[in-house]
């Protein structure tokens, strides 16, 4: 499994009282499985995908990620996995601003072993059709582009997990449909689990196995969910 | 890509305020260089000039104001000494020897002195160091011989173009205006190798020709004549080398005798020359404290920079931390930063600071004959570096903790 969480919680406080965001009992993801996570907005998505990239510090429960139990692990060192094991796609804000496209490529390089090389670079931005962008600047390249570019990046790190929030939230449908397909067509070829999450149901209903949020999250069935 | 890489990249992302920091800086520190480098050297010069002599037999008067008179060529000397006073003063065990001279005359803005030909051989114009007139250190000619033969300072023919053969007539004074003795045409007939000091800045003639310029009035002229009614201006003294080589303790009484007589008095350069810096001291802290000023300006720039910066950068540094950048990282990052351009600034500011001097010790040679060396590694030069990056660090530690403080979540992710 590249993901095994039993009897995760995380609280958040809002003034004295503390708030429960996700209360996720049981959930796992295979080796190389993909997976769609669907729910409306404010139902703690981005909430489990943190926890799982280590950003966020469960409240209680246990969450294996790559064979590794996060919730035993100092920030530095959640760091350190992250660099190691996962890459993260946002739905914004993926690239670097002073960064060409390659050199955004090569970025996640510098915090961890391995990655690839200025040539692999190339060859991954080509991969997502963007070979004649290399040295653009993101403030010239489209959303899309900048997502091709943040979908290269999290290939070039070669994890064994890709976690993608909301990935297409900023383009068109015919963009996203595009972008998911080149997301999971580049996550079988590198043989890396994806777990997406997005409130658009086109997009869940690509993958075979989806997730209904508003079932696996109990917190939303307790406390009328996360905010 | 490698963290340093990502250094550059981040300096080159802000390159302008990054520039204008490391120049500031650099102005700072040149300052501060230049005026250690040239407070030192002044120092040394003045310190050095006066240790050629052991002692100056002078009139009753300023003790600086003589010295400044005779070694540097500066001021007025306050009055005369007897020569039958002097001829007393040279029988003293402890004086070796004397070279009488007169000051008071100029030509074109240059101090004409009447002097001892001895004076060009036995006077150590710097410890060990005698006068020359040998071409393959610049000289020319010889000495003088004649009441009407001269020799210039290497400074003092080079600006005003002097020839050997070309014959001046010297002023009787030192201000525009006064009289000059037009009676008697005097010649060139050498020219100094260059010494570095203010001696390079005087002409000089024989002691007796001062008496015997047309002009002076019979009483003058008169001394040429009888010597026991010659006065001089007064007289550099070698004393002789006490046990060891060390002071001479014989010439604390000679120096009693002396100054309790009406008649002169006995200076000791070496004594003298540092009163000179403790007045003119206040002129050096300012300098120095103006210098301390502008390098905290330029690092509270610096700060400032870093930390307008660092809000630019915010999403970029929370993105790394999301790629895998510990707290560590990004911290280092930041400080890497400001150290970098602290040392640019450093090394900047070290080479402007030399360059200054350069500029300046020629302005300073060609108004004093002082030298002064662009090369010169003062006290300044050694802790400057130093003190970058400890200075970095200070402006650096605050934007560098806030990077590290910065929450990842909170700058990237959309809830959802």
Known sequence: MVISIRNLTVEYRAGAEPFLALDVPNWEVGDEEQVAISGPSGSGKSTLLNVVAGLLAPTSGSVVVCGTELSDLGEAERDRFRAAHVSYIFQTFNLLQGYTAIENVLVGAAFSHGGVNRTQARELLAKVGLAHREHYYPSKLSIGEQQRVAIARALARKPKLILADEPTGSLDPKHAAGVVELLREACREHRCALVVVSHEMKIAEAFDRRVDFMTLNRALNGNGGAS | ?416
């Not at chain 2, 010597?227 to 604390?252: T, Y």
């Not at chain 2, 404290?289 to 330029?298: C, D, E, Q, R, S």
């Open chain 2, 1 to 416: 890509m490698k963290l340093p890489t990502l250094v550059v990249k981040s300096l080159r992302q802000h390159a302008l305020s990054s520039a204008l920091a490391v120049v500031s800086i650099a102005l700072g520190v040149a300052l501060l260089v230049s005026v250690a480098s040239l407070r030192e050297q002044t120092h040394r010069n003045f310190t050095q000039e006066g240790l050629g002599v052991d002692a100056i037999l002078g009139p009753k008067g300023s003790p600086l104001q003589i010295v400044l008179n005779s070694l540097y060529h500066l001021e007025e000397m306050p009055g005369k000494v007897k020569w039958t006073y002097y001829k007393k003063v040279l029988e003293a065990p402890v004086v070796e020897s004397g070279i009488p001279f007169i000051t008071g005359h100029s030509y074109a803005g240059f101090r004409v002195n009447a002097i001892d030909p001895r004076f060009f051989t036995e006077f150590e114009y710097l410890p060990g160091q005698h006068f020359s007139f040998n071409p393959g250190r610049g000289g020319q000619g010889r000495m003088f011989a004649g009441l009407d033969e001269a020799v210039a300072g290497a400074e003092a023919a080079r600006e005003l173009h002097l020839q050997l053969g070309q014959t001046f007539n010297p002023t009787c004074g030192v201000n525009p205006g006064d009289k000059v003795h037009y009676e008697k045409d005097i010649r060139f007939v050498g020219i100094l190798a260059p010494t570095g000091t203010p001696h390079d800045r005087a002409i000089y003639i024989p002691l007796l020709a001062f008496y015997t310029l047309g002009g002076h009035g019979s009483d003058v002229q008169g001394m040429a004549i009888n010597e026991d009614q010659r006065e001089i201006s007064g007289a550099f003294l070698k004393i002789r080398p006490g046990r060891g080589g060390g002071q001479n303790p014989l010439v604390q009484g000679l120096e009693y005798d002396i100054n309790q007589s009406a008649q002169a008095q006995l200076i000791r350069p070496s004594e003298v020359l540092p009163k000179l810096f403790s007045i003119i001291g206040w002129v050096d802290r300012v300098l120095v404290g103006i210098a301390i000023l502008v390098t905290a300006l330029a690092l509270l720039f610096l700060f400032v920079a870093l930390v307008s910066a660092l809000r630019e950068r915010r999403r970029d540094l929370a993105l790394m931390r999301c790629l895998g950048a510990t707290r560590r990282t990004v911290f280092g990052l930041v400080m890497a930063e400001s150290l970098i351009i602290s040392l640019a600034g450093a090394v900047l500011g070290l080479a402007f600071g030399h360059a200054i001097v350069a500029v300046g010790s020629e302005f300073i040679r060609v108004e004093t004959g002082l030298r002064f060396s662009a090369g010169y590694v003062s006290g300044a030069d050694l802790f400057v570096l130093p003190a970058a990056m400890l200075l970095g660090l200070v402006a650096g530690l605050m934007p560098s903790v806030q990077a590290y403080r910065l929450g990842v979540l909170q700058n990237l992710t959309p809830v959802s």
